[in-house]
């Protein structure tokens, strides 16, 4: 289970009514990051929080409780080429190759189509100048 991964001097205060609310010195990312883990806990299956929390956990750098949330969405979604996708972004961010373009594959066999993202997403850096990364775009482009 994901903790709320709040950094130490960070602090966040509770409403009267029970809600959390931003502490004047808590970036709105991390807001966001510990409240969804909050309806996370809750709610462990709730795919648009997935979306959110793993979209969030990944632009504050912490790639591996991301691909977690990835993985998990993956389970809840299995057909879904978007979630796939975000795995192999996850993946290529931890520099694990193999799986990122084994996942990228599968998201583009299941129907994902934004070429041109691909070759700009920063996510997959890591593997951007791997030849299979070319074989794949190309493969899957001329089929349009």
């Known amino acids: 289970m994901l903790s709320s991964g709040k950094p130490s001097g960070e602090s966040k205060s509770v409403s009267k009514t029970g809600a959390l609310v931003k502490a004047p010195d808590q970036s709105q990312l991390d807001f966001e990051i510990d409240f969804f ?4 806990d809750r709610y462990p299956d709730y795919v648009d929080v997935l979306r959110a929390q793993g979209n969030n956990l990944t632009l504050k750098g ?17 057909s879904d ?19 990122a373009l084994k996942t990228l594959r599968r998201a583009i066999e299941l129907g994902y189509r934004d070429f041109r993202y691909m070759r700009e997403d ?9 030849p299979r990364f070319r074989q794949l775009l190309r493969e899957y482009e001329k089929l349009g």
Do not use: W
């Open 37 to 40: 883990a909050g309806v996370l």
């Open 81 to 99: 080429p978007l979630v796939h996708y975000n795995l192999a972004c996850s993946f290529a961010l931890l520099k694990r190759t193999d799986l």
């Open 122 to 130: 920063r996510d997959l850096d890591a593997i951007r100048r791997d």
């Open 62 to 78: 912490r790639y591996a409780e991301g691909m977690h949330i990835d993985k998990r969405l993956v389970q809840l979604r299995p």
